[in-house]
């Protein structure tokens, strides 16, 4: 199973050492210790988005870019049929024909002032 933590430890670990950065460097500029910065690398920590914006900037990559390579990572990981997370019971799934396609489907209304020009 792929864990999120761990594809964006990848990524993080992948982004500094294209600009052929120490984990010491990243960690000073972070303001985040060696270790904690090193455990969030090796997917053993769940970084908050307040370290993830401080580590990013450190890198001089905005946290968009991050995340967007970690969403491709995870698209790569769904494609290859690896579980990625648990998803529901089979029991408790909505069958794909019983899946609501529009939003009136969902709220059984349309508000047509809800919908940005």
Sequence with gaps: MVLLRQLLGDVLRQLRLRQGRT??????AARVSLGYLS??????KE?????????????GVPLSHVL???????????LQHEPVMAGA?????IPA????ETPEEITGEFRGDMVAA
């Design 23 to 28: 984990l010491r460097e990243v960690s000073a």
């Design 39 to 44: 455990e969030v690398e090796r997917g053993q």
């Design 47 to 59: 970084a908050s988005s307040e370290l993830l914006s401080s580590i990013c900037k450190a890198l």
């Design 68 to 78: 967007r390579e970690v969403a491709d990572s995870l698209a790569l990981a769904e």
């Design 89 to 93: 019971p089979e029991h408790e799934r």
């Design 97 to 100: 024909e019983r899946i609501p």
